[in-house]
């Protein structure tokens, strides 16, 4: 009896990422930074904080592109949430939207987002001239707190090379594979 709670308690403590900078971590995460002990065991709530936007440049306001950017934005907290709920519902994961960015809860894992790039790209660039010309772009950079310890930053980006969908699709498939990425993250702390 005593064998299996040790034996179950260091299951816990083994999830665990240790302290330390991690490059491509899982090959899912571009920068992952673990800056203090955390304990994420149980917790199968995620606090998604309202995403901060601030810091995407918006294209050209005369760009095809720059209503569908605004609106993108505008929608990109509930947007996050809805694909991380669809991608860990199946773990038994909820994931809530706060109200604030002020939301400290030690029950849960709690998400903050500072989204840094929304670009569409240019589509004519990418099916006629190639080699990375008009690629789209998506990143964030995050943190993840721990009560009120901001135990674990990181960084991410995708790029849609040769993808040539409209900008519509484009958006929407941007916004889900950074957040299937997160999903991925949260999974394997």
């Known amino acids: 009896m005593i064998l299996a709670i040790l034996i179950f308690s260091c299951m816990g403590m083994m999830a665990q990422v240790k302290v330390g900078k991690y490059k491509e971590w899982k090959k899912t995460i571009d920068l992952l930074e673990v800056k203090s002990a955390y304990d994420f065991t149980g917790r199968k709530t995620v606090i998604?904080?309202?995403?901060?936007?601030?810091?995407?440049?918006?294209?050209?306001k005369g760009n095809d592109n720059y209503?569908?950017?605004?609106?993108?934005?505008?929608?990109?907290?509930?947007?996050?949430?809805?694909?991380?709920?669809?991608?860990?519902?199946?773990?038994?994961?909820?994931?809530i939207v706060a109200e604030n960015a002020d939301v400290r809860d030690p029950e849960?894992?709690?998400?903050?987002?500072?989204?840094?790039?929304?670009?569409?790209?240019?589509?004519?660039?990418?099916a006629w001239v190639g080699f990375g010309a008009g690629n789209a772009?998506?990143?964030?950079?995050?943190?993840?707190?721990?009560?009120?310890?901001?135990?674990?930053?990181f960084s991410h980006r995708r790029i849609s090379p040769m993808d040539n969908r409209d900008y519509d699709k484009l958006?929407?498939?941007g916004v889900k594979e950074i957040s299937e990425d997160?999903?991925?993250?949260?999974?394997?702390?």
């Open 48 to 60: 998604l904080l309202p995403v901060n936007t601030a810091d995407v440049k918006l294209p050209d």
């Open 67 to 95: 209503k569908l950017v605004v609106k993108s934005l505008d929608n990109l907290t509930q947007s996050v949430a809805n694909e991380l709920q669809k991608s860990l519902q199946k773990q038994g994961y909820k994931v």
């Open 108 to 126: 849960a894992i709690v998400l903050q987002l500072n989204w840094t790039e929304f670009d569409l790209g240019n589509r004519a660039l990418r």
């Open 137 to 153: 772009g998506f990143g964030t950079d995050g943190v993840i707190y721990d009560g009120d310890d901001a135990v674990i930053t």
């Open 171 to 173: 958006a929407v498939k």
């Open 182 to 189: 997160l999903a991925k993250m949260i999974l394997g702390l």
